[in-house]
């Protein structure tokens, strides 16, 4: 009679099984833990933030004081990368092909979905993975004194009974013109967009009374307010700002829509992990408690605004939304 074919497994004693058994499940721990150990050490080496705004610029400032004071909170540095190019898209084009590893992150403000909108890009923010935001640079409405208007409703006023007559400076296509039209779309008036290439440019038409009306801030505007050559309506910010404590809100202006404000923030390529985008996140909301950090972003103009990833998402989620809303004006 021919033998058949032994299992080890089926001639192993109960007591052999139960060794092996063990010694798999030891292993499988170790290698557990060896990955633990790993997220644990994250970041082991510096992570790159590319910026992608030219050097000088209102981005490249208040993320080179992140890149300054987030070291002491991550453990490693930050270094920035400027990446200029066709209105903040070339740089997080890079991004979007990096490795998701942690190890490179971007910043995104309210411009990038303007830009895909209007069909500069084909990617948006949803492309990455929210790390938070950080900074937040509210606007305002300004207006030349010249005119007359005293308070945002003067302004209405005026703009309601005098269709397409107010000259509102604006970036054609850009954030500013985003505001704009949202104001416009509060109240159902007509603007006359004229386009600027920048902010300073913009502000010194309407200082020049080539214009009546733009969105300005701190940095940008509040000297000219001081000495009377301009006068902020209101603000788009959550509550008044310290500089300008008698400069109403327009949420308690009843424009409970209208928080108009630059919100700078970070991403990380799509599929970063969720232990790492943590550990980004908690290192950057470390960063928005250091008060030398917030003594120097009040000092350029901007405010400190931390969210973390969840509410970030959900900021980015509603403003697509405003922004598509609002595509076909800021195209024209």
Same mark, same amino acid.
């Given at each position: 009679?021919?033998?058949?074919?032994?299992?080890?497994?089926?001639?192993?004693?109960?007591?052999?099984?139960?060794?092996?058994?063990?010694?798999?499940?030891?292993?499988?721990?170790?290698?557990?833990?060896?990955?633990?150990?790993?997220?644990?050490?994250?970041?082991?080496?510096?992570?790159?933030?590319?910026?992608?705004?030219?050097?000088?610029?209102?981005?490249?400032?208040?993320?080179?004081?992140?890149?300054?004071?987030?070291?002491?909170?991550?453990?490693?540095?930050?270094?920035?990368?400027?990446?200029?190019?066709?209105?903040?898209?070339?740089?997080?084009?890079?991004?979007?092909?990096?490795?998701?590893?942690?190890?490179?992150?971007?910043?995104?403000?309210?411009?990038?979905?303007?830009?895909?909108?209007?069909?500069?890009?084909?990617?948006?923010?949803?492309?990455?993975?929210?790390?938070?935001?950080?900074?937040?640079?509210?606007?305002?409405?300004?207006?030349?004194?010249?005119?007359?208007?005293?308070?945002?409703?003067?302004?209405?006023?005026?703009?309601?009974?005098?269709?397409?007559?107010?000259?509102? #400076?604006?970036?054609?296509?850009?954030?500013?013109? @985003?505001? &704009? /039209?949202?104001? *416009?779309?509060?109240? %159902?008036? +007509? $603007?006359?967009?004229?386009?600027?290439?920048?902010?300073?440019?913009?502000?010194?038409?309407?200082?020049?009374?080539?214009?009546?009306?733009?969105?300005?801030?701190?940095?940008?505007?509040?000297?000219?307010?001081?000495?009377?050559?301009?006068?902020?309506?209101?603000?788009?910010?959550?509550?008044?700002?310290?500089?300008?404590?008698?400069?109403?809100?327009?949420?308690?202006?009843?424009?409970?829509?209208?928080?108009?404000?630059?919100?700078?923030?970070?991403?990380?390529?799509? #599929?970063?992990?969720?232990?790492?985008?943590?550990? @980004?996140? &908690? /290192?950057?909301? *470390?960063?928005?408690? %250091?008060? +030398? $950090?917030?003594?120097?972003?009040?000092?350029?103009?901007?405010?400190?605004?931390?969210?973390?990833?969840?509410?970030?998402?959900?900021?980015?989620?509603?403003?697509?939304?405003?922004?598509?809303?609002?595509?076909?004006?800021?195209?024209?």
């Amino acid at each position: 009679m021919q033998a058949g074919h032994s299992n080890a497994n089926d001639t192993a004693s109960p007591w052999s099984r139960h060794v092996l058994t063990a010694v798999a499940g030891s292993v499988l721990a170790v290698g557990c833990a060896s990955a633990s150990a790993q997220e644990a050490t994250y970041p082991e080496d510096p992570v790159e933030f590319i910026v992608p705004w030219g050097p000088g610029g209102g981005s490249d400032i208040l993320m080179r004081l992140v890149s300054n004071h987030i070291e002491d909170h991550l453990g490693q540095p930050l270094p920035v990368i400027n990446m200029p190019g066709v209105s903040g898209t070339v740089g997080l084009a890079d991004l979007a092909e990096r490795p998701n590893d942690g190890y490179t992150v971007g910043q995104i403000h309210d411009g990038f979905l303007v830009s895909h909108h209007t069909g500069l890009t084909p990617l948006n923010w949803d492309d990455f993975e929210p790390v938070g935001s950080i900074t937040a640079s509210p606007q305002y409405l300004t207006v030349n004194p010249d005119k007359g208007w005293e308070t945002m409703q003067d302004f209405v006023d005026y703009a309601s009974e005098n269709p397409g007559e107010v000259r509102f #400076g604006v970036t054609l296509g850009g954030v500013p013109h @985003l505001h &704009a /039209a949202m104001i *416009a779309e509060a109240e %159902d008036l +007509d $603007f006359r967009f004229v386009g600027f290439e920048g902010t300073g440019e913009r502000i010194r038409a309407l200082v020049g009374g080539h214009i009546d009306a733009a969105m300005g801030d701190i940095a940008s505007s509040n000297q000219f307010v001081e000495n009377g050559d301009l006068s902020f309506l209101a603000v788009g910010h959550t509550e008044r700002m310290a500089q300008t404590p008698d400069v109403p809100t327009m949420m308690e202006l009843g424009y409970e829509d209208l928080q108009l404000s630059i919100l700078r923030g970070l991403i990380a390529p799509k #599929g970063t992990s969720e232990d790492r985008i943590d550990v @980004l996140a &908690a /290192a950057l909301e *470390a960063t928005s408690n %250091d008060e +030398d $950090f917030v003594r120097a972003v009040n000092n350029s103009g901007a405010e400190v605004q931390f969210m973390g990833p969840d509410e970030f998402r959900a900021h980015l989620e509603r403003l697509n939304a405003t922004v598509e809303r609002l595509a076909g004006q800021l195209q024209q």
